[in-house]
Every structure is written in structure tokens, then in C-alpha cells.
């Protein structure tokens, strides 16, 4: 009898996170088809459950909205974590317009939809502004403390860095990947001081 008990609980329990699982599923890939603000009952349709079945699992959008920003973030730590491979400052400042460029591309459906909900939502908010406490700190590792110090520069280095920039280059701009990713090298390059 306890054997049969058990077994029921961990179906149960499986299935339970299989449908965890479809849920979260469901928003990414509502959001990378371009459906920026999905409803509750858009994603439990195209996960295949019922909106009960949503709300058994998350309390709220925002609640999922809190796992999708923690599966992202297990997604792309390890292409922010990587050493660069440059050995001078010029050179990683390349690497990192590279790799934001890779990093921007594959998280903008799901940036541009947590940034709608930003204002109705504490964790989003915080979570926008980590994100751009992240970028700041990014490009202060690469770059010398005389471009640090200087806050005009560096505030113009870190727009042009930044995710808002790749959005509306991409978006907005509608360039190719390639395009806004030489649009941005450019513009940082021309504000770069001159090489010795």
C-alpha cells in the first residue's frame, strides 16, 4: 500500500513538473513569436493545460515571469562569465560589443516583454535595473579608469553598449544583426581616444 502511495505522489509530482515545464515554455515561445504581453489564458492554451493548472504552479504572471528571468539569467551567465580573450583594453571592448550583440539577439523578445510589465511590477523593475547595473559593470571591467572617469564619455560608451541601443537598432532601425553590430562598433570606435 505505501509502495502504491508513492508511486501516485512522484506521477503526480512529475507531472507537475512537466506542466511547470510546458508553462514556462509556453511564455517563451508566445513572446519569441511576438506577443509581447500574453495573457494567463494565452499561455496555459499554448501550453496545453488548463488556467487553473497556471495558477496551481504561479501565483501570478509576475511569479512566472520570475522564472523565466531566472532560467535567462542560467542561460546567460555563462557567455558573460566567459574570459575574454584579449590581453589589452581595445581589444575586449571588442569582444564585449561581440558577445552583447549574441547576448541582446537572444534575449530581446523577453527583455521587451518584461519591460512592458516593468512599471506594474516590482521584480521586473528590479530586475531592469540589475540588468543595467550588470552592463555598467561589464564595461567598467574593460575599460581604463581614465574612460571611466570621465562620466560623459563613459556615459556615452555604455548607450551605445547598452541593450535600449541594440533594441532600437534592431527594432526600430530594423538592421540585420550584423549591421547594428557594426553600427555600434563604429559609433564606439569614433569615441574612443586615439591609440598611442
Same mark, same amino acid.
Given at each position: 500500500?505505501? =509502495?502504491?502511495?508513492?508511486?501516485?505522489?512522484d506521477?503526480?509530482?512529475?507531472?507537475?513538473?512537466r506542466? %511547470?515545464?510546458?508553462?514556462?515554455?509556453?511564455?517563451?515561445?508566445?513572446?519569441?513569436?511576438?506577443?509581447?504581453?500574453?495573457?494567463?489564458?494565452?499561455?496555459a492554451? %499554448?501550453?496545453?493545460?488548463?488556467l *487553473?493548472?497556471?495558477? %496551481?504552479?504561479?501565483?501570478?504572471?509576475?511569479?512566472?515571469?520570475?522564472?523565466?528571468?531566472?532560467?535567462?539569467?542560467?542561460?546567460?551567465?555563462?557567455?558573460?562569465?566567459?574570459?575574454?580573450?584579449?590581453?589589452?583594453?581595445?581589444?575586449?571592448?571588442?569582444?564585449?560589443?561581440?558577445?552583447?550583440?549574441?547576448?541582446?539577439?537572444?534575449? #530581446?523578445?523577453?527583455?521587451?516583454?518584461?519591460?512592458?510589465?516593468?512599471?506594474?511590477?516590482e521584480?521586473? #523593475?528590479d530586475?531592469?535595473?540589475?540588468?543595467?547595473?550588470?552592463?555598467?559593470?561589464?564595461?567598467?571591467?574593460?575599460?581604463?579608469?581614465?574612460?571611466?572617469?570621465? %562620466?560623459?564619455?563613459?556615459?556615452?560608451?555604455?548607450?551605445?553598449?547598452?541593450?535600449q541601443?541594440?533594441?532600437? $537598432?534592431?527594432?526600430?532601425?530594423?538592421l540585420?544583426e550584423?549591421?547594428?553590430?557594426?553600427?555600434?562598433?563604429?559609433?564606439? *570606435?569614433?569615441? $574612443?581616444?586615439?591609440? =598611442?
Open positions: 500500500m505505501t =509502495d502504491e502511495l508513492d508511486n501516485t505522489l506521477g503526480r509530482r512529475l507531472r507537475g513538473k506542466s %511547470r515545464a510546458q508553462i514556462v515554455e509556453a511564455l517563451f515561445d508566445l513572446v519569441r513569436d511576438g506577443e509581447f504581453d500574453p495573457s494567463a489564458m494565452s499561455v492554451a %499554448r501550453a496545453g493545460v488548463g *487553473r493548472t497556471v495558477f %496551481r504552479h504561479f501565483e501570478d504572471m509576475d511569479s512566472l515571469y520570475r522564472e523565466i528571468s531566472h532560467k535567462l539569467e542560467a542561460e546567460i551567465l555563462p557567455m558573460v562569465m566567459t574570459p575574454f580573450e584579449s590581453t589589452n583594453w581595445r581589444g575586449k571592448v571588442e569582444e564585449l560589443i561581440l558577445r552583447r550583440s549574441h547576448i541582446y539577439e537572444y534575449v #530581446m523578445p523577453l527583455k521587451i516583454a518584461s519591460d512592458l510589465r516593468r512599471f506594474q511590477s521584480f521586473l #523593475m530586475d531592469h535595473k540589475r540588468f543595467i547595473i550588470m552592463e555598467r559593470a561589464g564595461l567598467q571591467g574593460v575599460l581604463p579608469a581614465v574612460i571611466v572617469e570621465d %562620466r560623459i564619455l563613459f556615459s556615452a560608451l555604455e548607450m551605445l553598449t547598452g541593450f541601443t541594440w533594441r532600437r $537598432l534592431r527594432q526600430d532601425q530594423a540585420s550584423s549591421d547594428a553590430t557594426a553600427a555600434i562598433q563604429r559609433s564606439v *570606435r569614433a569615441l $574612443l581616444p586615439p591609440a =598611442d
